[in-house]
């Protein structure tokens, strides 16, 4: 887990956003871990909100691999409570967390279609009390809505990815026309269809989703 924040504007479910809504304050107070998309062991977007000082000791003391939570993420779906992967936590993680007031957590997880797409995962803490089964289920049901949210669309062809990546470089329509020797009514329609498969409203938020979802 880096201490680095990775986040792409232009999503509804903004990941930043929610970290500093009600939502975030009230379902994970004491931190949180988010990783949505992973490919090959790479996350599309990744936030890591938990305290410095576990961080420091989970990275210096190799907690990864015998980390129960983080392991049960890489095989399962749905959500858990973590006091209910104390059996599988042999190397005593959840009671280290602990001392850095991560008393209570929750692991959570979706994957596209049957289990063999890309997978993200969360792991939200607090400090007072288990998580309600209630609170699992919003948990579980924003992930999932985030997880689509940043799915790559496959429709998109080569020349509205040419489009947008002149329009991220910040060219102009008369300028991204003459790039690509084509006249402004083809980049305003390669735009217009760049939109719609993005669901952004204007070519500049277009361009910026490709960008994050790593696509320009």
Same mark, same amino acid.
């Given at each position: ?14 990941? #930043? ?15 949180? *871990? ?14 890591? =909100? ?18 129960? #939570?983080?392991?049960? %993420?890489?095989?399962?779906?749905? *959500?858990?409570?973590?006091? +209910?992967?104390?059996?599988? +936590? ?19 997880? =979706? ?16 400090? +007072?009390?288990? *998580? ?8 579980? %049901?924003?992930?999932? %809505?985030?997880?689509? %949210?940043? #799915? ?24 991204? #026309? ?39």
């Amino acid at each position: 887990m880096d201490a680095k924040v990775q986040i792409g504007r232009g999503s509804a479910l903004d990941i #930043a956003e929610w970290t500093e809504s009600d939502g975030a304050r009230r379902l994970a107070p004491a931190g949180h *871990y988010i990783a949505v998309r992973i490919s090959f062991a790479f996350p599309l977007v990744e936030q890591n =909100c938990l305290p410095e000082s576990w961080i420091r000791e989970y990275t210096a003391s190799g907690l990864l691999v015998h980390d129960p #939570a983080m392991i049960w %993420a890489h095989q399962n779906q749905g *959500y858990v409570r973590t006091s +209910d992967l104390a059996d599988d +936590d042999s190397q005593g993680v959840l009671e280290l967390a602990k001392v850095h007031g991560l008393n209570f957590g929750a692991a959570v997880c =979706c994957v596209d279609g049957l289990g063999g797409g890309e997978r993200s995962f969360g792991f939200f803490f607090r400090s +007072d009390r288990a *998580y309600e089964t209630a609170e699992l289920e919003q948990l579980h %049901a924003w992930l999932l %809505a985030t997880h689509r %949210a940043h #799915a790559r669309p496959k429709n998109l062809t080569e020349a509205e990815l040419e489009t947008l990546g002149l329009v991220k470089n910040g060219l102009l329509m008369k300028e991204i #026309a003459s790039a690509l020797g084509v006249s402004e009514s083809a980049v305003k329609q390669r735009l217009r269809n760049a939109r719609l498969k993005l669901n952004a409203k204007t070519g500049s938020q277009a361009a910026a989703r490709a960008t994050m979802l790593g696509m320009i």
